[in-house]
């Protein structure tokens, strides 16, 4: 039997070729097998810390000057979630659909009084408060002595003279169901990174 010459004779590859295939799509199933496995792994963590971060330890943006020198408008701080607190602890509270922040100063049948300086006295203890750098009377409309009521925290702000707090009616008590936690860390900016006392 004749075979006809424009047939093209059939190449086999090379023991090397063959080697140099196998190797390039065993490094591209691993290389898929490890982009995977990081993407995977990046993710859950990711997810793991936004879980985190909205139970436990929510980031706030503040707005405002009622709390300054402390914390100042546009400061972004990390929250932690708790329920018992310390005097002269930074929270934050819902208040109006708002998150306000301030300064814890007494607690449920504390009886709490300020003088025409802006000293505050709780139980009739003049209480020390160094994260302050000016005193004021502000705009109280509560009866004087006051004393608190049960489950719930009287908080001010640092920037007296402003800040809309316990002093008056409008915001009045924080009730603990109010409360998203104690403010612990200044993240931003970064030239003032660093806790919040």
């Known amino acids: 039997m004749k075979t006809n010459q424009n047939e093209t004779s059939l190449s086999f590859p090379t023991v090397d070729q ?16 490890v982009l995977r496995s ?3 792994t990046l993710v859950s963590v990711a997810a793991v810390a936004i879980l985190i971060a909205m139970l436990f330890m929510p980031v706030l943006q503040i707005y405002g000057s009622s709390m300054s020198p402390c914390m100042e408008d546009g400061d972004i701080v990390v929250t932690l979630k708790r329920s018992a607190f310390e005097r002269g602890d ?15 100063i007494a607690f449920p049948g504390d009886w709490v009084n300020l003088d025409a300086q802006g000293n505050v006295y709780v139980n009739d203890q003049l209480i020390d408060e160094p994260y302050l750098v000016d005193k004021a009377f502000g705009d109280v409309n509560i009866e004087l002595p006051y004393q608190v009521p049960d489950g719930k925290l009287f908080v001010m702000g640092d920037h007296r003279s402003t800040s809309a707090d316990s002093r008056n009616t409008a915001i009045g008590c924080v009730a603990e169901e109010q409360i998203v936690g104690r403010m612990i860390l200044r993240v931003w900016p970064l030239k003032d990174i660093g806790w919040i006392h």
């Open 90 to 104: 930074v929270i934050s509270f819902y208040y109006n659909n708002k998150i306000l922040v301030k300064r814890v």
């Open 18 to 33: 063959l080697e140099k295939e196998l190797k390039r799509e065993h490094y591209r199933r691993n290389y898929n097998r």
């Open 38 to 40: 990081t993407l995977f």
